[in-house]
């Protein structure tokens, strides 16, 4: 019996082994977790093949109390090169319409993985530096109980993609 459950504790760290690694991830803290409007993580990082394709993600990680199901952000995107700056607002959904948080739990703390709605993968048209920074829009200033907010490139291979 002892030899099977140490077999399946193997197993099961053999295949966490096989999710796919991040080509880029960061979580930034937010102060006293009190997201205010002039808090805005910045994330930067290099692209070296832009013939590759990439999903990106939001991490959330909010504690039980954070008042709302939802979390609207300001997303602006800076491409390699590029005057101007692209503007997106995002909607982050963190519950269901019952009110269960949908990200993973462990006591009162709430981590939500959410991959941009931006079709099956995304590629980034030159290589170079981008940089996506990230604004709350809530109406309440600071917004409670947000721990840290993140984001999260993974390479993936071909398929339908949209250009950034």
Same mark, same amino acid.
């Given at each position: 019996?002892?030899?099977?459950?140490? &077999?399946?504790?193997? &197993?099961?760290?053999?295949?966490?082994?096989?999710?796919?690694?991040?080509?880029?991830?960061?979580?930034?803290?937010?102060?006293?977790?009190?997201? /205010?409007?002039?808090?805005?993580? *910045?994330?930067?990082?290099?692209?070296?093949?832009?013939? /590759?394709?990439?999903?990106? $993600?939001?991490?959330?990680?909010? *504690?039980?109390? $954070?008042?709302?199901?939802?979390?609207?952000?300001?997303?602006?995107?800076? *491409?390699?090169? /590029?005057? *101007?700056?692209?503007?997106?607002?995002?909607?982050?959904?963190?519950?269901?319409?019952?009110?269960?948080?949908?990200?993973?739990?462990?006591? /009162?703390?709430?981590?939500?993985?959410?991959?941009?709605?931006?079709?099956?993968?995304?590629?980034?048209?030159?290589?170079?530096? $981008?940089?996506?920074?990230?604004?709350?829009?809530?109406?309440?200033?600071?917004?409670?109980?947000?721990?840290?907010?993140? +984001?999260?490139?993974?390479?993936?291979?071909?398929? $339908? +993609?949209?250009?950034?």
């Amino acid at each position: 019996m002892p030899r099977n459950i140490v &077999l399946l504790l193997l &197993l099961c760290c053999v295949m966490g082994g096989c999710l796919p690694s991040p080509y880029y991830q960061k979580q930034e803290s937010i102060p006293q977790n009190q997201w /205010a409007y002039n808090f805005n993580p *910045t994330f930067k990082f290099d692209i070296t093949d832009s013939s /590759a394709h990439y999903r990106p $993600y939001f991490i959330i990680q909010h *504690t039980q109390a $954070y008042p709302y199901s939802n979390l609207w952000m300001w997303m602006y995107i800076k *491409t390699p090169g /590029a005057l *101007t700056i692209k503007k997106e607002r995002v909607n982050i959904v963190l519950a269901d319409a019952t009110g269960k948080w949908k990200g993973r739990g462990m006591g /009162a703390i709430y981590e939500e993985r959410v991959m941009l709605d931006l079709g099956d993968s995304v590629k980034f048209d030159r290589n170079g530096t $981008y940089e996506i920074m990230l604004e709350q829009n809530m109406r309440i200033n600071p917004l409670p109980e947000v721990l840290h907010v993140g +984001f999260r490139l993974e390479m993936v291979g071909s398929g $339908y +993609f949209k250009k950034i």
